[in-house]
């Protein structure tokens, strides 16, 4: 309540995967808005990336939510908005990058779809486990810009559909139990894509240090919150994509130079990470080529739904 994430009328997209936290988000998020009259118009949000033997699955699971809830639900699939499902991709790039192009594409998606939606705000479900993952990855990586803003509440104010993590404090521990006390029909299986170490070293280090003390996770966000980057630090700076028009600190966004590379049969393209400057994304860019005739693994990350 204290982060004014709402106002009456708006329309907010909930980010459905049919698991866990978005099961419990839009459970909760369509509770409160009917006991408390918010007057918020919710719709469930789903990203379709073409995973057979998972997503489609899942994507029951938030059909059977659609009924239960009453919420309208609008999917948005990786074919349609890229021309490759996810099973294509794997086909062609293997299980190294996988998740990198899945996650650059999901985020895209999600902003597609919610404005197909007109939505005002776009809500996901990620709790207080992911987000302290993300801050010791972007401490690891030393991704200034992103640690800057992975533990805001609200992201994107100033584009046109900001993103809001409700549960940004919710332990992960804490969503699993009421999604169980309240029987939620949620889907658990893990991506048959998923790297083996699923969510990397950091997931077990949090784990760990949540064992010896619960409250370790919190410490993290807030130390997160804490960071204060220096003035003289520079920054990307945002500007929009040449061809797509989405948000971008460089000529192409991040999905576009991944899709070039798919479409031009060299997939580690856009792999790796630009810094915001031309002529290192250009660097960058060699430095992929380079990789794609020796065939050499420049980067390969976890679960791009931590990409956030
Ligand atoms: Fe996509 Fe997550 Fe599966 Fe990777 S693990 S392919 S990011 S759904």
């Given at each position: 309540m204290?982060?004014?994430l709402?106002?009456?009328?708006?329309?907010?997209?909930?980010?459905?995967?049919?698991?866990?936290?978005?099961?419990?988000l839009?459970?909760?998020?369509?509770?409160?808005n009917?006991?408390?009259?918010?007057?918020?118009?919710?719709?469930?949000?789903?990203?379709?990336?073409?995973?057979?033997?998972?997503?489609?699955?899942?994507?029951?699971?938030?059909?059977?939510?659609?009924?239960?809830?009453?919420?309208?639900l609008?999917?948005?699939?990786?074919?349609d908005?890229?021309?490759?499902?996810?099973?294509?991709?794997?086909?062609?790039?293997?299980?190294?990058?996988?998740?990198?192009?899945?996650?650059?594409?999901?985020?895209?998606?999600?902003?597609?779809?919610?404005a197909?939606?007109?939505?005002?705000?776009?809500?996901?479900g990620?709790n207080?486990?992911?987000i302290?993952e993300?801050?010791?990855?972007?401490?690891?990586?030393?991704?200034?810009?992103?640690?800057?803003?992975?533990?805001?509440?609200?992201?994107?104010?100033?584009?046109p559909?900001?993103?809001?993590k409700?549960?940004?404090?919710?332990?992960?521990?804490?969503?699993?139990?009421?999604?169980?006390?309240?029987k939620?029909?949620?889907?658990?299986?893990?991506?048959?894509?998923?790297?083996n170490?699923y969510?990397?070293?950091?997931?077990?280090?949090?784990?760990?240090?949540?064992?010896?003390?619960?409250?370790a996770?919190?410490?993290?966000?807030?130390?997160?919150?804490?960071?204060?980057?220096?003035?003289?630090t520079?920054?990307p700076?945002?500007?929009?994509?040449?061809?797509?028009?989405?948000?971008?600190?460089?000529k192409?966004c991040?999905?576009?130079?991944l899709?070039?590379?798919?479409?031009?049969?060299?997939?580690?393209?856009?792999?790796?990470?630009?810094?915001?400057?031309?002529?290192?994304?250009?660097r960058?860019?060699?430095?992929?080529?380079?990789?794609?005739?020796?065939?050499?693994?420049?980067?390969?990350?976890?679960?791009?739904?931590?990409d956030?």
């Open positions: 204290d982060n004014n709402f106002k009456p009328g708006e329309r907010v997209a909930v980010a459905a995967s049919g698991g866990k936290d978005s099961t419990v839009a459970y909760v998020m369509s509770e409160l009917r006991r408390h009259n918010y007057g918020l118009d919710l719709f469930l949000l789903s990203v379709d990336e073409g995973i057979t033997g998972y997503r489609d699955d899942s994507l029951e699971t938030v059909k059977r939510n659609e009924i239960e809830y009453g919420l309208p609008k999917v948005v699939s990786y074919k908005l890229y021309g490759w499902t996810m099973d294509e991709i794997v086909k062609t790039i293997g299980l190294k990058n996988n998740c990198t192009f899945c996650g650059v594409f999901r985020r895209q998606a999600l902003d597609r779809g919610a197909l939606l007109k939505a005002d705000k776009l809500v996901t990620h207080a486990d992911d302290a993300t801050v010791l990855l972007n401490i690891l990586r030393g991704d200034i810009a992103r640690l800057s803003r992975c533990t805001f509440i609200t992201t994107g104010e100033d584009g559909i900001p993103r809001c409700p549960f940004k404090y919710t332990y992960e521990k804490e969503i699993v139990m009421y999604a169980y006390f309240k939620l029909d949620y889907f658990s299986t893990e991506c048959i894509y998923s790297p170490a969510r990397g070293f950091a997931r077990e280090f949090i784990k760990d240090l949540e064992r010896m003390r619960p409250r996770i919190l410490d993290i966000i807030r130390s997160g919150e804490n960071f204060r980057t220096a003035t003289s520079k920054m700076e945002q500007g929009t994509c040449e061809r797509c028009g989405y948000i971008s600190s460089q192409l991040k999905a576009c130079l899709l070039e590379g798919l479409n031009r049969g060299l997939p580690k393209l856009g792999i790796g990470r630009a810094r915001g400057t031309n002529g290192l994304n250009k960058v860019e060699q430095r992929n080529l380079r990789s794609e005739r020796t065939g050499s693994n420049i980067e390969s990350k976890q679960c791009g739904t931590l956030f």
